[in-house]
């Protein structure tokens, strides 16, 4: 059973990893919709998230999912997403302020499914603009 676990944990990670290099030569080099791999990694992050929540964490642990559980998917998992800081900053600032709503939608989707990872207060602390707009979304 703890042999299917980690080779689970892998697929994973590899999927994860793979979204994420998709998303640097096709969205951040290219020109291509970050959509379909917004709403994928989505799904990763929340799959992960209701695993997480199985374990019954302590629900005052307010630490990052990888320092509370050094061994769940879920903190490897924001730990590949959120070491990208090009990424981080195409959500928090790019994507909202393009006229698409279902850009908005995924965006702001995938900003509160990695918040347990994020520090918001350096990512926007320079954007109270940005912040104003997101409550008038």
Not at 2 to 30: K, P, Y
Not at 77 to 105: E, G, M, W
């Amino acid at each position: 059973a703890e042999e299917m676990a980690a080779s689970g944990q892998l697929d994973v990670l590899a999927e994860t990893t793979t979204l994420m290099d998709r998303w640097n030569r096709e969205c951040f080099l290219g020109s291509a919709t970050p959509i379909d791999i917004l709403v994928k990694l989505c799904e990763i992050v929340e799959k992960q998230t209701e695993v997480y929540f199985k374990t019954d964490p302590d629900p005052f642990d307010d630490r990052h999912p990888g320092r509370a559980d050094p061994n769940c998917t879920l903190g490897h998992v924001l730990k590949i997403i959120l070491k990208n800081d090009d990424f981080i900053q195409a959500l928090a600032h790019t994507y909202l302020s393009r006229d698409q709503n279902d850009l908005h939608s995924v965006t702001c989707r995938m900003l509160l499914n990695i918040m347990p990872g994020l520090e918001a207060i350096a990512v926007f602390k320079e954007h109270v603009s940005m912040i104003q707009q997101l409550l008038s979304l």
